[in-house]
């Protein structure tokens, strides 16, 4: 049965003045992180024992501006209640380092007076510390506060179901909101309900009963977790809550559709939600791409000879080519082909000709079997990084024919190709890397890239660029 706060039970008037005020001191940390910027240029200056003059005015002005652009593409003003801290520090940090780089290379790039870079190291550590020193200083102890029963919000939910009790899992796992659960209200009878009677679910009382306890402001929030087909009695419960300064969130269990990179956006005022979309959008699409380019070309640049030495050893020991090219799919399911050294006795297309590789191949070369153990078979792929074909991360592209034949017996296969395809993949540091001899292991595979796409984060690609690394010459399913 989910848990209810004994404490939330009634008013009891120790909900806190930032109760009423938390979006306007969310608000005011524009103000602040803008003073901040000023105060760490000032107090690195009286450090360097350099002078403040309209020079080092005009730097932080600018890291200002930076600061607020950048403020527009990662969001960083949202309620305290509903952004973890770590997430708005992580975001933050990236603001201020993107904000210094920008500051840093006009400032350069104008020669603003003798030696102005010797102040920048020092402005970034100072500006780092006040930013972040001082949001985790506020949330924390706005924590502590709530801790002693000071400073929260109360809440209901309308909808005694499985999305319901998953929002009241996250209340309770997320403490640090401030929110404290007085329970769930519903109208309808368990006789016709099959999640109901089967749910651990106790319900505090009828949406009349809600609707007065919201008109004696002792409600601050309602969740409305009733399914998609109820449109008319979600319209009616809103209208019977309008007389209440209540706020009302309503959730929907999009769970059925099988989300791939869910968000919201708006088209001429009416909010819409994504329910299938790629996760490399705008500014993160880029960062993405710069990855991608940095690292293959400092990839190249470092196993161009190895390479080279390579190919003449494939040349010398077997008959054939010493690259060859496989159809296979790429972003958005179009046609590319994907080079490797060659490390068998045959060159299959992957489109009408394809045979996946086993375990004691007899195609496979002595060398072949080498290369494909420690994936130096897979290095020409870094040019087609470089090209923008393929990306250092993303899901390993299959050969046409193989993903023609299981598109048809997975479910949501194809959804794979709503990023570029990658060197190496989430499903392969998970041990999902070689042969799919069985439906089993291919939708094992299929599920870790799924996971990929709705968790991406440029965070995630460096961690599994270094699981890689890691695992190259220790990989039982590479062969």
Known sequence: MAHISSSARGHDGARGWFHTHGSTLVDLFRLVDAALIFLGLWLSCRYLDT???????????????????????????????????????????????ASIAGVSFLANALIFGENISIIFPTWALTGFVLLIGTRATIRIGLRSIRVVGSNFRTAAIIGANKTGANVASQIHSTSWMGVRLVGFYDDRSTNGDEERRHSNIEVAGSIEQLIQKAKDSEIDIIYIALPLCAESRIENIVSYFSNTTATIYFVPNFSVFGLLSPSWDSMGGMPIVSLVDTPHHGIDAGLKRILDIVLSTVGLLIVAIPMLIVAIAIKLTSKGPIIFKQKRYGLDGKKIDVWKLRTMTVCENGDSDFQQATQN????????????????????????VLKGDMSLVGPRPHPIALNESHRKKIERYMLRHKVKPGLTGWAQVNGYRGETDTSEKMEKRIEYDLEYINNWSIGLDLRIIFLTAGSIFNDPNAY
């Open 51 to 97: 002078s403040w003059d309209n020079q080092k005015l005009v730097m932080a002005a600018t890291a200002v501006g930076f600061f607020t652009f950048f403020v527009c593409i990662w969001p960083l003003y949202r309620s305290w209640r509903f952004t973890p801290l770590r997430e708005e520090l992580t975001r933050i940090s990236f603001i201020w380092l």
């Open 361 to 384: 191949d007899t195609r496979i070369t002595p060398l072949g079997s080498f290369l494909r153990r420690s994936s130096v078979d897979e290095l020409p792929q870094l040019v087609q």
